[in-house]
């Protein structure tokens, strides 16, 4: 059973509208989440992370908000840019668990 | 300051034969993960070790499939009887001592090993 998990596949927008990825958990022990960018053959880098006594934090032009009572958190890029084109991992860690939980992905494409 | 390290970047295996992955950690790194991921997938957990110790193995195929992390040299995934179904990128990533990921969050990954078994 998924305990991250992104249900949107993939998004288009235009570039300089907003971004908003979604990803739902089931784990009420998870303290951490995190986002992370993924470019084809290439690693996973590290995007921005949200404590699970936060509701918002924000980084540049990437916001990412937190609602417990739902187990759903959000990523906002604004304005989205071409560049920003890559898949997007949705992650979390915490519990009894020493690594991170790491959703399917949401290929983003961020038109001209 | 070189980041994680993971070779080869490609690996060609029959079935039946040997792939070995290895994974150098980021400098002062002790703590090192395996993911897998499969086309089309997320990236999926499967062990995470410190030096000389396997901390968590509870993603790992029972059969076939061993990691290990001496006390010198790189981290090593390592798949015995290769089928078709082990082709998959196979990325490394560490975090350094006393943080665990459950503290912190982050963890840097390597660029990945991905493996083609014909």
């Known amino acids: 059973d998924q305990q991250v998990k992104q249900n949107s596949p993939s998004l288009s927008v235009q570039e300089g509208r907003i971004s908003i990825l979604n990803c739902d958990y089931t784990?009420?022990?998870?303290?951490?989440f995190l986002w992370y960018k993924k470019y084809p053959a290439e690693g996973p880098t590290f995007l921005i992370s949200i404590s699970s006594i936060k509701d918002k934090n924000e980084d540049g032009r990437f916001t990412v908000f937190l609602n417990k009572s739902a187990k759903h958190l959000s990523l906002h890029i604004v304005p989205s840019q071409p560049g920003d084109s890559a898949v997007y991992f949705c992650?979390?860690?915490?519990?009894?668990?020493?690594?991170?939980?790491f959703g399917k992905g949401t290929k983003l494409s961020v038109k001209p | 300051n070189a980041g994680v390290m993971q070779n080869p970047r490609h690996l060609v295996r029959r079935r039946g034969q040997e792939a070995r992955l290895r994974c150098s950690p980021m400098k002062g790194h002790s703590h090192v993960y395996w993911y897998r991921q499969l086309p089309e997938e997320g990236l999926k957990f499967m062990v995470y070790?410190?030096?000389?110790?396997?901390?968590?193995e509870s993603g790992m195929p029972k059969e076939r499939f061993s990691a290990e992390f001496p006390k010198e040299g790189p981290s090593i995934l390592r798949i015995q009887q290769v089928v078709r179904g082990d082709s998959a990128a196979y990325f490394c990533?560490?975090?350094?001592?006393?943080?665990?990921?459950?503290?912190?969050?982050?963890?840097?990954f390597g660029e990945g090993s991905r493996l083609t078994v014909l």
């Open positions: 992650a979390a860690s915490g519990g009894s668990q020493g690594n991170l939980i």
């Open positions: 784990n009420s022990m998870f303290d951490y």
């Open positions: 990533a560490s975090s350094p001592p006393g943080r665990l990921a459950s503290n912190t969050g982050e963890l840097f």
């Open positions: 070790l410190q030096k000389e110790n396997i901390i968590d």
